[in-house]
């Protein structure tokens, strides 16, 4: 079946790096997702990366995908206190997106 | 472009009472979803529409909750009678068309149950 898991917490300092993980187990999945929910808001899509790529790049977010290990990462440079929210991925199982369970980002100044 | 909308924001009833909750998609968007996102968990799709039709609705409990999407716009998803259990964020997406591609979601409507 279809199950994204990822670690529920994560604090940083502001300016470090942030990098927030994932694995999920649909190997068919055509698109992996990154989406960011700030306290009382819907999902806000960050960026997104096509199954046959291994790596993209968008401002301050990378994403790395590694097919064989069914894992997704999602990197923040120079983290700010606006980051601070739930970044949650998601795989495109058959014809639906499943949710992992969300990474709470905590930045302090 | 003037995205998902829903409503209401919030909601407070007790248990066994009826809701129902409003989503208008983006225009011209086909394909419409609704999923609850309980508190710590990540969303869960209820029910997807491609135009007025079901396309998805495994995971719907149908004793319960039902939604339709007349014309193919907007859409209603009701609960009729509520349990505790149904306390979560309810959220509307939409996509422009075939499954799969990047959905755009509304601020979502909070049901809390009493």
């Known amino acids: 079946g279809e199950d994204v898991e990822q670690s529920l917490f994560l604090s940083v300092r502001e300016g470090d790096s942030s990098v927030i993980n994932c694995t999920y187990t649909d190997s068919s999945s055509t698109y992996l997702y990154w989406y960011k929910q700030e306290p009382g808001a819907g999902l806000q899509l960050l960026t997104y990366i096509f199954s046959n790529m291994d790596m993209k790049q968008d401002q301050r977010l990378t994403v790395l995908l590694n097919k064989k290990d069914k894992h997704l990462s999602l990197r923040i440079a120079d983290t700010q206190t606006g980051d601070s929210a739930i970044y949650f991925c998601?795989?495109?199982?058959?014809?639906?997106?499943?949710f992992g369970t969300g990474t709470r980002l905590l930045v302090s100044p | 472009e003037a995205g998902v909308a829903q409503s209401p924001r919030y909601k407070i009833i007790e248990k066994r009472q009826s809701v129902a909750f409003w989503c208008n998609p983006i225009s011209g968007h086909a394909t419409l979803y609704w999923y609850q996102q309980i508190l710590g968990q990540g969303p869960k799709l209820l029910i997807q529409?491609?135009?007025?039709?079901?396309?998805?609705d495994s995971q719907l409990p149908k004793d319960r909750f039902s939604a339709e999407r007349l014309k193919g716009v907007d859409s209603t998803l009701k609960i009729q009678p509520a349990k505790l259990e149904d306390s979560a964020v309810y959220l509307c997406a939409s996509s422009p068309g075939e499954a799969r591609e990047t959905q755009y979601f509304g601020p979502g409507t909070r049901l809390l149950v009493l």
């Open positions: 529409f491609q135009n007025n039709g079901v396309v998805d």
């Open positions: 998601a795989e495109t199982g058959f014809q639906k997106l499943v």
